[in-house]
Structures are given as structure tokens and as C-alpha cells.
């Protein structure tokens, strides 16, 4: 009898050990999974970054459509408000046209940004 419990005794330890073990092994594929997927997104980001770093400066013409851009739809406006002796010089007609104007510069931005960043 004393033989029997020894071995029940050592059935259950040895069971208790086995799942001890097998939960280890899943915390350890775990964590193991999860710093690999951050290692692999820090990857795709070195990636992304030497793809946009390659791409050199920003051209004069994306330089001069956003300044373009904002001096019409930004500026234009806001001296127009701040300075009461020019909101005769901006009429409607002429801050419609600046309107246009802004969009267009935007436009070419625009493309000429997903031009030169897109994906190849």
C-alpha cells in the first residue's frame, strides 16, 4: 500500500511538473514571439526610413508652390483683416482668385510629394 501512495505521490508530482513545464515553455514562445514582432517592426521602420532618406532634398518646385500656397490662402487674408486700408485692395474677385491660386499650389504639392515618396 505505502508502495502504491509513493507511486500516486510520484504521479502527481510528475503531472504537476509537466504542465509546470509546458506553461513555461508557452510564457517563453510568448515573449519570445512578441519581441520578435518588435524586431521586426523596428526593422521596417529602419526600412522606411533609409527609402525616404535616399530620396534626397525636397525640389525648388515643391518649395515654391508651398510658399506660394501659403503666402495666397494664408497670409493674403489675414493682412487683409489686420490692415482695414487693404480690404479694399482684396475684393472678393481677388481673394476668389488667391482662393484658386492656393488650391492650385496645393495641388502641385500635392503631387509632387506623392511622387517622390510613393512606394516602388
Request: net charge neutral; glycine share 2%.
Amino acid at each position: 500500500m505505502a508502495i502504491l501512495s509513493t507511486l500516486s505521490e510520484a504521479r502527481e508530482t510528475y503531472r504537476s511538473y509537466i504542465e509546470y513545464e509546458q506553461a513555461v515553455r508557452e510564457a517563453f514562445f510568448n515573449e519570445f514571439f512578441e519581441i520578435r514582432e518588435v524586431i521586426n517592426e523596428i526593422e521596417d521602420s529602419i526600412k522606411l526610413y533609409n527609402r525616404y532618406a535616399k530620396t534626397g532634398k525636397p525640389s525648388l518646385l515643391l518649395g515654391i508652390s508651398l510658399f506660394i500656397a501659403f503666402t495666397t490662402g494664408v497670409l493674403a487674408p489675414l493682412i487683409s483683416q489686420l490692415l482695414p486700408e487693404l480690404e479694399i485692395l482684396l475684393s472678393t474677385k481677388i481673394l476668389v482668385i488667391l482662393f484658386i491660386i492656393s488650391l492650385f499650389s496645393i495641388v502641385i504639392a500635392i503631387i509632387l510629394i506623392l511622387r517622390r515618396y510613393r512606394y516602388p
